[in-house]
Every structure is written in C-alpha cells, then in structure tokens.
C-alpha cells in the first residue's frame, strides 16, 4: 500500500460522519441513474412490445398491378440466409365483402400458413372460441365482426370476391388480436384457401418479417431490396412506417440522459465542494507532510484516492439502492392484474457503465483539490502553528 | 571540523509591495555534530532563518549550503527529497497528523522515503525510539490522545528515525512545564552525543540556551552575538 493511499484511508476513516455524507450523496446520484435508466429503458421496451411486437417489422408488397409476389419460396429461401431475421410469414391477401342475414360488411381475407403467421401476430394464443381453420374454407372471425353480425360457430357466411363470385365459408373460431380495427376487417383463413378463391395460383401478396434487432430493420430491408434484386418488389420497413413513435422514443431517450447527465454533475459539484473543504481542514497535516519531506505529486495523490475510494464506494452502493428502487417500484406500482404499470428493463451493462462513470466523475472531481493541494506552501502551515 | 551548513549574504523580505526585510546580509556557518542555540526577541527573524536553514523557505538572496551543496537553486522535488533524508524538523506545536498513532507519526518520514514500505529494522529502530524519548506506552495511542509533552517527545522521535545529519528544533519546549523541559533538553544531548547529530534550536529561553555550546543571538535582523563555549 502507497503511502498517500494509507494516508487517504486515514483521513476518511477519521472524519466518518462526512465520509459517510458523501457516499451517501453520490450513491443517491448513482441509484437514480440506474433507476431512470432502466424505466425509461423498460417504458421503450413495453411500448415497443406493444406497437411492433404482434406486427411485421418489414414487409415485402408486389409493385405489379395484380399485386402477386411470384417464386415466393425462392425469394423466402434467400431471406432466411440473412442474420438476425427471427420469422418469415407469407400471406395472400384480399379485400372483399362478406353477406351474412343481408348484412354486408367490407373485410380483407387473409391467407396464412398457420405456424409462421402464429410466430407474428399469436393468433392461436388468441382465439378464444373454436379452432384455427383446418380444412379448405373455413375462417376465423374477429371479435368486433361477430358481435355486430352475431356470429356463431359453424355459421356460414357468404364471400363475395372482386371476381363477384359467391363462395360460402364455414366459421371455425374467433379471434381477438386486442385491436378494434383489425378484428372488424380480418378473415383469416389458410394460404391454400385464399389462394385457392382467388385464382392466386401459387403467387402470394405480401412476404412479412419480424427481425431480432427491431431497431435494424431498416437496414436489414436495405439489405434485403439488393439481394432479392427485383424491380417487382416493394420493401417496407416499420421504423418508416411509425416516424412519430420513433421521434417519440428519441425525445424520451434524450430527456432520459439528461436528466442522467445533471444528476451527474450535481453529484460531481459536491464531491468537489466537500474534497475542497477538506483541503482546507487537512492544510496542516500536508503542510507537515511536506515539510517531512513528501512531494507535491504524492500529496495530491492523496486526494485523488479519496475521490477513487468515496467513488468506487458510492457507486457500489448506488447500484444496489437503484437495484431496490427498481425493484419495489415494479413491485409496488402495479395494475389491478397485478402486472407492473411500467416493466422495468435491468440492463447490466448500462449499470456497470453507471457505475463506471460515477467513480470517474468523482476522481475527476477530486482534480481541483488535487491541485490545490500541490500549491500548498509548507511554510504557511509551520508559521501559523 | 567539517561545516555542515554554510550561509553567504543571506537577505529575506516579506512581502511585494510592503516590504519587510527581516535578515540583512547574514554570514554564518554550522559545524558538523555541534549542538547550537539561536536567540533573540521576538520577531528578530530567529524563526526566519531557521525556516529558510530548513529549506521550507527561500531566502530573497544570498546563498544557502548543506552538506556543501547550494541549495539555493534545487527544485520543489530536489529540496523535498533532501529535507527528508538530511533535515529532521520538530515544531513548535508538535505537529504530529493527529489521524495517525503515536508509532506510526514516528514513521511517517520513512514511509516518505521508502514509498510506504517498512521493514522490520526500521520498525524495530521507530520502537527503540519510542523507548528513547519514554513514549513506549501510549505508542499506539493517537496524537490527540497525548499531552504536549508526549507529543513534542513523539515529534523528536519523529525528527530521528531517517538518521538525519541535522536536526532544527523551533521552541522545542514552548508550551511545556518546566520539568518536561528539562527532559527534553537532556534527551536532546543526549542524541546529540550518541549520534552526533547537529542541533540548531531556536528559543527565547535564556536559560535553554545557556546549556548549548554555542549562542547566536539575532537582533533586528542581524546576528548580535556569536559565543562559543
């Protein structure tokens, strides 16, 4: 152990209460950064989960007028080469009307294979009545069309295609994706069905996308465009799509680090003040020191490990008081189901990061007394007793 | 004899724009292992010159010998590393770190020199020394835990433990009883003889004096009178 780190230990240990007073103040700064962080983190996470989690991230539309998407095996095959693409789901799709007791409704049928459209948008998990169509015409029904239809299972219901031909569909279930608009228009049925009552052949409509890294699928889309290199493609993304949720994140994300960032600088003012302060209290004893021979680099050495210690010291404790803070919050803050209002995102590395900029914001602020120290003029102190 | 320190027209002002000129033009010289008194009234500028004998402060001109080097021209490092390897210092108010035990006060100058290590010999000779000024009991009690006569016999211990070729004492025994004085006094020759160490001691106590070997008195500035017995 140096002497100016044993020097420092002596000089924290024996004035405690200030000590203490200190790490308390930094871990108060440190626990409400990790405490911010991680609900601002789980607020994006949630939001995002509930905006993008059950819908393509990218989709892939035909640019041709019959909107049909050949070779879609092919084109999915090449598709499923690429990293960090989670589900690849084909429909086809198309609007029509459907005639049920003389009353009319627009809606668009869509035809999945059942597994991969299941990876996208969990229709199996929420069907709540009946199954997912097994056999050639049957659908599924939304929940806001059933009930202003009155639907019931094994009713049949007429379709009217664009072709104005008349085909009749036998209700297998209903659905319920938690969004009015969705469950008044969709029919959903099986891709050999649809393509089957629309003459598709073995064309689909629509290719969908769900990535890992849904802040990617820009360039993920990008990618895909020049390696599928076809002029009959359009390739949509969601982050195109949802401008305004993404502004939205950002704004969030920006006042987040602010509020970190003064959090920071508060903590580093009174690390300085109090490290300043003690300057001024331990003046005699560098004084002696100096006198006995240290030199100025060792002497300011001693207030840089104080602020290492206090640093390290309140950041330690910090991470712990913000893990708690998080904890109870999701603990204590719930909905009436017992879920947390906000689901909080424990991201380790931006806690060690936390953790990290604490302990150098404070040697940091232990430069100013460091210096002032090295100008200390031994003299001073011997002369004035 | 060898003269251990040399000082040529030395001048000290305080002071920019008031100016106090405290020395003028001293000339004077220590002999190695001597045992010398300074004198005068206060503010004669006895505590001057032996700040600036000490190197924590630098004379507005003249020149300043130790072990004949000129120190007048070292660096901050230079004189820090040399008044820890060559000057033991014991303050009018002790001055002990009162975060530190008595022992550990003691070995404060080693650790400066030996970047914090201490070995066994050296901890062996900070106990003998302990034992030598008569602190062996309350060694591992704090500073603020001593009388001032303990902690002016630490501060000496202190002064002692890197073998220093000086030793500058300023009112060694300025707030002590008179009793405590005479110990102290007599544990200083004592070192003086045992390691022929030299003792530069500044007080304003006639009777202290008297029991050196040689009597530098400062008036106004200027040495009055030099005796040697």
Known sequence: MSLPFKIALRFLKSNIGQTILIIIGISIGVSVQVFIGSLIQGLQKSLL???????PHITILSTNDNKLIGDWKEKVNIIEDFSDIKTISVSSDSPSFINFNN?????LIRGFLPDKANNIYKIENNIYEGKFPSEEYQVLVGKELSDSLGLFIGDKIEIITPQREMIDFTISGFYDLKIASINRS???TNLETSQKVFDFGDFVTSIEIQVNEVFDADLIASNIISSLNSSEIDVQNWKDQNQQLLSGLNGQSVSSIMIQVFVMISVLLGIASVLAISVVQRSKQIGILKAMGIKDKSSSMIFIYQGLLLGLAGALVGVFLGLGLSFMFSKFAVNPDGTPVVPLYLDYSFIALSAIIATAASVIAALIPARKTSKLNPIEVIRNG | MDKIINIKNLNKIYGTTIKTQVLFDINLSFDSGSFNSIIGASGSGKSSLLNILGTLDKPTSGELYIN??????MNKNELAEL???TIGFIFQFHHLIPEFTALENVLIPHMIKNKGRIPKDIKEKAEDLMNLVGLSKVKNNLATNMSGGQQQRAAIARSLINNPSIVLADEPTGNLDSESTETVYKMLRDINEKFKTTFIIVTHDKKIAEMTDRI?????????LDILR
């Open chain 2, 83 to 85: 008044r820890n390897e």
């Open chain 1, 103 to 107: 009353k009319t409704e627009s809606v």
């Open chain 1, 49 to 55: 989960d509930t905006t993008i989690g059950s819908s």
């Open chain 1, 186 to 188: 969709w029919i959903i």
């Open chain 2, 216 to 224: 530098i008195e400062i008036k106004d500035g200027k040495i009055n």
């Open chain 2, 68 to 73: 004949g080097k000129l120190t007048t021209n």
